[in-house]
């Protein structure tokens, strides 16, 4: 054998033996090869002793036998032997890589090579055989493919001109292409452009220059997926040399997580920054309006019927109603309204909701409803979670102004891992899942990324606040929630939101509060702390109005040297959260250190205060929203002094 894959002639003169003999003195050195020479037939005619030390046979146990006997069992059932031996006799030589036996049954992989020996007439007078083993490459082969194919990113390699050589599972994964649909073709199918022209002109001048302008520091470039999409990417490419021959290799990873992420995270940010506005806006509005809508209330109380004047107070008094309104869905937005959580049926919470909803949106829109009758309770506010429903609701029916479908649906929701791709915010665990879709026009993406900020709409002036979704948004955050939105023109809109579910039992019923008592008067003493003079003023009047004994306080402060000094009993203290200096709920505290039996009514336009929302308001309700009615006040006050000692 000469090494070029043609049969080796022999002269005439040699016989075969000493042909064979002179030809195997070249193997005398080598440790890791077998050589043998065969008959036509397969049968060993020569042993040579590398070929011991490799397979275990000695000359005189191999010597006459078939070598098919150094193949597996399987193998021998094909007809394996005898298609090596054929091959080499047409071609000259056959090579192959396979399974072989050793003499204790032991299998290794091998390379194997079997060479015609040809007279000068050119037949075949026998067969040479070279086995080598290749098991511990196959297992370092083995090794590096597990590693190529478990790693996390794509590994692509190519040769100088981009024609590819290697792509990992990742890759696959990540591109859609299977590894044989793209090895052997340039990684330009990869690219869209203007990335592809950039990739063709950096090949040309490394072929030209032997420069390489895309090695070294990683860039982010674009990937072209199968299905044509394009997605974002990071790439680092480096240099290895494989049989003095350059080739590439290219790590890629997907960015499109990631991205993802950032996105939500710079809208979650914007969204806080816009709500800390709003919410600050709202609390000094709802002070406003306290004083305007219950200075008119009291006007319009004060006034006989027939006075032409009560009409004008009575429009004042509805137009700061309203504007009541629009502070409640800021509050809501900006997750500063308190939140009253109780455990809730959403199922029941939807089917009761949906009759309140036909006759807003409408006779021409059809509404339908699937509930999952294993839904898990929530722990949530019940007039938010309404709101939800009807700002979605009404956000439908102007989407579809020829009438639709509006389809409302619940189900049972298990996230896994945390930091999902989906719901990165989101915790694993059990949800409640409640879906809202329309038949509407859809939306376009831009729309879509800006749904959810306040003051955000496409109706005509006069026809929206852009608050609805803004206080949809704001409310399932308080929740604890998340909301997402899909939708494009022509395929109507999907609201998605997920609460957390709660283990508690006791769900609400319908919802309805037992109500409160028509007579809110009595003679009781109370401490009333409130550092807008305005609102302070109105609340002192109202009071004292109803019957009770008010010693009022400009601040916290104030309130407790008050307090200190007043002799006789103080039933209630009336106070605000936010002040300066001491807060209510400090000053609270430091008052009934002294007055243990002191009951509290906390009252403001928002509050931060995790102690009041999670610990007074849920154990007694102790808490008034502004802008409050004057009614609302007395009845509230009223309501606390009569329930039950704090435990």
């Known amino acids: 054998m000469n090494g070029t894959g043609e049969s080796l002639p022999v002269p005439a003169?040699?016989?075969?033996?000493?042909?064979?003999?002179?030809?195997?003195?070249?193997?005398?050195?080598?440790?890791?090869?077998?050589?043998?020479?065969?008959?036509?037939?397969?049968?060993?005619?020569?042993?040579h002793p590398c070929a011991q030390r490799l397979l275990g046979y000695a000359a005189e146990e191999i010597i006459g036998a078939d070598f098919a006997r150094l193949f597996p069992p399987e193998d021998v059932a094909r007809e394996a032997p005898r298609r090596q031996l054929d091959a080499a006799a047409r071609s000259g030589r056959a090579d192959e890589e396979g399974w072989r036996v050793r003499k204790d049954g032991t299998r290794f992989w091998a390379f194997t090579s079997v060479s015609a020996m040809r007279d000068r007439t050119g037949g075949i007078w026998a067969f040479g055989q070279i086995v080598r083993d290749l098991t511990e490459r196959r297992r370092a082969e083995t090794l590096f493919r597990s590693v190529i194919d478990n790693a996390d990113d794509c590994i692509i390699t190519s040769d100088v001109t981009g024609r590819i050589l290697l792509f990992n599972r990742a890759a696959e994964r990540t591109f859609g292409y299977a590894a044989s649909e793209v090895v052997g073709h340039n990684v330009r199918v990869l690219m869209p452009e203007p990335f592809r022209g950039q990739h063709d002109s950096y090949i040309e001048h490394y072929v030209r220059t032997g420069q390489a302008r895309i090695l070294g520091a990683g860039r982010e470039v674009v990937g072209l997926r199968k299905n044509g999409s394009e997605f974002p990417l990071h790439l680092e490419v480096s240099q290895f040399t494989l049989d003095d021959q350059r080739h590439f290799i290219g790590i890629v990873r997907d960015l499109s997580a990631s991205k993802r992420l950032e996105d939500q995270l710079r809208q979650s940010q914007k969204m806080e920054a816009v709500g800390r506005l709003a919410g600050g806006v709202a609390h000094d509005f709802n002070n406003l309006l306290t004083i305007i809508n219950g200075y008119s209330e009291v006007l319009m109380g004060a006034m006989p019927a027939g006075d032409p004047n009560r009409e004008w107070v009575r429009v004042v008094w509805e137009a700061g109603n309203r504007a009541a309104g629009v502070t409640r869905q800021l509050l809501a937005f900006s997750r500063r309204t308190i939140v009253e959580p109780r455990v809730l049926d959403l199922n029941e919470v939807v089917a009761l909701s949906t009759k309140m909803l036909k006759p807003l949106i409408g006779e021409d829109v059809i509404v339908s409803t699937v509930l999952a009758p294993d839904l898990a309770h929530v722990r949530a506010d019940r007039n938010q979670i309404?709101?939800?429903?009807?700002?979605?609701?009404?956000?439908?029916?102007?989407?579809?102004?020829?009438?639709?479908?509006?389809?409302?649906?619940?189900?049972?929701?298990?996230?896994?891992?945390?930091?999902?791709?989906?719901?990165?915010?989101?915790?694993?665990?059990?949800?409640?899942?409640?879906?809202?879709?329309?038949?509407?026009?859809?939306?376009?993406?831009?729309?879509?990324?800006?749904?959810?900020?306040?003051?955000?709409?496409?109706?005509?002036?006069g026809k929206g606040t852009g608050l609805g979704l803004a206080m949809v948004y704001g409310a399932v955050k308080a929740h604890g929630g998340h909301i997402d939105v899909s939708s494009a023109i022509g395929t109507g809109t999907t609201f998605t939101i997920l609460l957390p579910a709660t283990t508690e039992t006791g769900a609400e019923g319908d919802g309805t509060a037992p109500a409160l008592?028509?007579?809110?008067?009595?003679?009781?003493?109370?401490?009333?702390?409130?550092?807008?003079?305005?609102?302070?003023?109105?609340?002192?009047?109202?009071?004292?109005?109803?019957?009770?004994?008010?010693?009022?306080?400009?601040?916290?402060?104030?309130?407790?040297?008050?307090?200190?000094?007043?002799?006789?009993?103080?039933?209630?203290?009336?106070?605000?959260?936010?002040?300066?200096?001491?807060?209510?709920?400090?000053?609270?505290?430091?008052?009934?250190?002294?007055?243990?039996d002191l009951k509290v009514l906390f009252m403001s336009g928002y509050t931060d205060d995790e102690v009041v929302r999670h610990g007074i308001v849920e154990a007694t309700g102790a808490f008034l929203q502004k802008p409050f009615s004057p009614l609302g006040l007395a009845r509230k006050v009223r309501a606390v002094l009569d329930s039950a000692p704090d435990s």
Request: aromatic residues 6%; without cysteine.
């Open 517 to 596: 008592p028509l007579a809110a008067r009595g003679t009781e003493t109370l401490l009333l702390v409130e550092d807008e003079d305005g609102v302070r003023h109105l609340a002192k009047f109202v009071l004292e109005s109803h019957g009770y004994t008010v010693i009022e306080a400009r601040d916290g402060r104030e309130a407790v040297a008050l307090a200190g000094a007043h002799a006789g009993p103080i039933h209630l203290m009336v106070t605000d959260v936010v002040m300066p200096g001491l807060g209510g709920r400090e000053a609270s505290e430091t008052v009934r250190a002294a007055r243990p």
């Open 386 to 461: 309404e709101q939800i429903l009807v700002n979605l609701a009404v956000n439908a029916r102007d989407a579809m102004p020829g009438g639709g479908r509006l389809s409302i649906e619940t189900r049972d929701v298990r996230l896994g891992a945390p930091g999902s791709v989906a719901y990165p915010e989101l915790q694993p665990g059990r949800y409640a899942q409640l879906t809202v879709t329309d038949t509407g026009a859809g939306m376009t993406a831009e729309v879509r990324a800006n749904i959810f900020e306040p003051f955000f709409t496409t109706k005509e002036s």
């Open 13 to 47: 003169s040699l016989t075969v033996h000493t042909a064979v003999e002179g030809l195997l003195l070249l193997f005398n050195a080598v440790e890791d090869y077998a050589v043998f020479v065969m008959d036509t037939s397969g049968r060993v005619t020569v042993w």
